[in-house]
């Protein structure tokens, strides 16, 4: 069962190769869980900043050469001479006890001698599970533990994940620390990106939790509570705060439990059907263009605004949802407001009086017509500004 899954999977992906999980690509499933496009990109690989290129809706991410030389710099200085910025944060804005601390660094182990990259993050994987193991077991002397490399089984596929820092040890806790070039202003940060750095680090909470499960620990020995570690206000200065992560530990868990059931989307595939590029031997895509959109449009797509925070085929599901008018583009709020009118265009119809309301649509187009009244009465009291 397993091989006709990974062979459709392959088949999807084509020629292009792999593309394994990562911490942001598994934190997008929790920001779109409903979504089948993304669903199947990620469990096949396929590169999607590349299809959404070839599209011709290229992927909105990156970061500038600035914002991510800030980002090292800051992450640099918080962790220099054995992360004595950080221990500072944690004990004097955190008010953490923390006596002595053996700091070690996990980075570099497992990479002489090996040959590829697959060898060595499994070598630093192994070396990083026998080290926190030992400390979960009072064994070892450890209590920050800086670049270790996770790992989970996402849809039968090994998924390496690597935080800025996994944790401090305090009272027999594991807490992950992310660490941010966002800054903490008057004890506040952006939602949207606390939110986007506390989703990652709870693929790495999970990921830890998996390791000591499989070692018959109490996976609760890791805190869903995430440390967040970021410059204060407009300096340089690093601060810190607790961001309670259950709700999207809880939902990320239900999302990698979907990914195991990759193959009932699978089955549903139309026979052939394939994201392949077809690329040629200096990575260059030689696929039609409008053969390629044909392909990714024969699978369902939930569209939602925020996803332009998080995955790269967002311009092209924009494009796609405003061509077939739908609500989506509105955001789930808009959603909800309108339950029972699927597009924009019955929408208007009914607020314009051109459609008749079936009954279950009867107060909603109440609702549409009376609201465009109020815009055409604002607007001829104040013309286009209104
Ligand atoms: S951008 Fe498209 S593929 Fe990505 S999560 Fe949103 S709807 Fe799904």
Same mark, same amino acid.
């Given at each position: 069962?397993?091989?006709?899954?990974?062979?459709?999977?392959?088949?999807?992906?084509?020629?292009?190769?792999?593309?394994?999980?990562?911490?942001?690509?598994?934190?997008?499933?929790?920001?779109?869980?409903?979504?089948t496009?993304?669903?199947?990109?990620?469990?096949?690989?396929?590169?999607?900043?590349?299809?959404?290129?070839?599209?011709?809706?290229?992927?909105?991410?990156?970061?500038?050469?600035?914002?991510?030389?800030?980002?090292?710099?800051?992450?640099?200085?918080?962790?220099?001479?054995?992360?004595?910025?950080?221990?500072?944060?944690?004990?004097?804005?955190?008010?953490?006890?923390?006596?002595?601390?053996?700091?070690?660094?996990?980075?570099?182990?497992?990479?002489?001698?090996?040959?590829s990259?697959?060898?060595?993050?499994?070598?630093?994987?192994?070396?990083?599970?026998?080290?926190?193991?030992?400390?979960?077991?009072?064994?070892?002397?450890?209590?920050?533990?800086?670049?270790?490399?996770?790992?989970?089984?996402?849809?039968?596929?090994?998924?390496?994940?690597?935080?800025?820092?996994?944790?401090?040890?305090?009272?027999?806790?594991?807490?992950?620390?992310?660490?941010?070039?966002f800054?903490?202003?008057? &004890?506040? %940060?952006?939602?949207? *990106?606390?939110?986007?750095?506390? !989703?990652?680090?709870? /693929?790495?909470? #999970? $990921?830890?939790?998996a390791?000591?499960?499989?070692?018959?620990?109490?996976?609760?020995?890791?805190?869903?509570?995430?440390?967040?570690?970021?410059?204060?206000?407009?300096?340089?200065?690093?601060?810190?705060?607790?961001?309670?992560?259950?709700?999207?530990?809880?939902?990320l868990?239900?999302?990698?439990?979907?990914?195991?059931?990759?193959?009932?989307?699978?089955?549903?595939?139309?026979?052939?059907?394939?994201?392949?590029?077809?690329?040629?031997?200096?990575?260059?895509?030689?696929?039609?263009?409008?053969?390629?959109?044909?392909?990714?449009?024969?699978?369902?797509?939930?569209?939602?605004?925020?996803?332009?925070?998080?995955?790269?085929?967002?311009?092209?599901?924009?494009?796609?949802?405003?061509?077939?008018?739908?609500?989506?583009?509105? &955001?789930? %709020?808009?959603?909800? *407001?309108?339950?029972?009118i699927? !597009?924009?265009?019955? /929408?208007?119809g #009914? $607020?314009?009086?051109?459609?008749?309301?079936?009954?279950?649509?009867?107060?909603?187009?109440?609702?549409?017509?009376?609201?465009?009244?109020?815009?055409?009465?604002l607007?001829?009291?104040?013309?286009?500004?209104?």
């Open positions: 069962m397993k091989s006709h899954v990974d062979d459709r999977l392959n088949a999807l992906r084509g020629s292009a190769s792999r593309r394994p999980y990562n911490a942001r690509s598994l934190a997008a499933l929790e920001n779109n869980p409903r979504c496009l993304r669903a199947l990109l990620d469990a096949s690989g396929s590169d999607k900043a590349a299809i959404a290129a070839r599209t011709g809706h290229p992927s909105p991410f990156g970061q500038s050469a600035f914002a991510f030389a800030r980002g090292n710099a800051f992450e640099a200085m918080v962790k220099d001479n054995g992360c004595a910025e950080l221990l500072r944060v944690l004990r004097e804005t955190l008010g953490l006890t923390l006596p002595e601390v053996a700091y070690l660094d996990l980075n570099d182990v497992g990479v002489a001698g090996d040959n990259k697959g060898d060595r993050n499994r070598n630093r994987r192994d070396h990083t599970a026998r080290v926190l193991l030992q400390a979960a077991r009072g064994t070892g002397d450890g209590t920050l533990f800086d670049h270790p490399m996770l790992h989970l089984q996402v849809g039968g596929e090994d998924a390496f994940l690597e935080p800025d820092l996994v944790a401090f040890r305090i009272d027999g806790r594991f807490y992950v620390v992310e660490i941010k070039s800054p903490i202003i008057d &004890g506040q %940060a952006a939602p949207m *990106q606390v939110r986007s750095a506390t !989703t990652q680090a709870c /693929a790495y909470v #999970l $990921a830890l939790r390791l000591l499960t499989k070692e018959g620990i109490d996976p609760e020995t890791v805190s869903d509570t995430i440390v967040l570690v970021a410059p204060k206000d407009f300096t340089n200065r690093p601060t810190a705060d607790f961001v309670d992560a259950r709700k999207q530990v809880a939902a868990t239900r999302q990698l439990a979907r990914i195991g059931r990759i193959s009932d989307l699978v089955d549903l595939l139309p026979e052939g059907l394939t994201f392949d590029l077809d690329l040629d031997k200096d990575q260059r895509p030689r696929r039609p263009a409008e053969e390629l959109v044909a392909a990714v449009e024969q699978v369902p797509a939930t569209y939602r605004p925020d996803c332009l925070n998080h995955c790269e085929m967002a311009f092209f599901c924009r494009a796609r949802a405003r061509a077939e008018a739908s609500l989506d583009v509105l &955001g789930p %709020a808009v959603r909800e *407001q309108l339950g029972g699927d !597009t924009t265009t019955m /929408a208007l #009914l $607020a314009r009086g051109q459609l008749t309301p079936t009954a279950d649509q009867s107060d909603t187009a109440a609702a549409l017509r009376h609201a465009a009244r109020l815009r055409a009465e607007t001829a009291m104040y013309g286009g500004a209104a």
